[in-house]
């Protein structure tokens, strides 16, 4: 089971606030949207990283915990779980906050798999650290 309370320590990759234009009819964020949010956040993580570079090659058990609302700020927390010799694994989760409230939500989660990519874009050895 999830910790759907307590959110990370650490300073989000992304905070969004979601809008009108984000939603479907009922007022519920698609979740398309917050997938990309999620990956922008991930590709931020895995591109300072692998110090250049590098493009999204999967999405490995997307949750949706939760649904997140017209007006609700998103904060994307991620951290890396694995690097190989040309890809990255990042671990993202998102969380709500709702304008009237200081209550946060995990609503969220997935891994994401980049792989670095030279000026050509083919894969190129992620740097040491």
Known sequence: MFDST???EAEPLIRAIAMPADANPSGDIFGGWLMSQ?????????????????????????IFHRPVFIGD?????????????????????????????DAKNKVTEATFTFV??????????????
């Open 116 to 129: 670095a990519t030279d000026e050509n874009r083919r894969p190129r050895p992620v740097p040491p650290e």
């Open 38 to 62: 999620m990956d922008l956040a991930a590709a931020n993580a895995a591109s300072r990283r692998c110090r250049g570079r590098c493009a999204t090659v999967a999405v490995d058990g997307m």
């Open 73 to 101: 700020e998103v904060s994307l927390y991620g951290s890396i779980v694995k690097v190989g010799r040309t890809s990255i694994t990042i671990r993202v989760e998102a969380w709500r906050r709702s304008r009237t409230d």
């Open 6 to 8: 307590r959110s990370p």
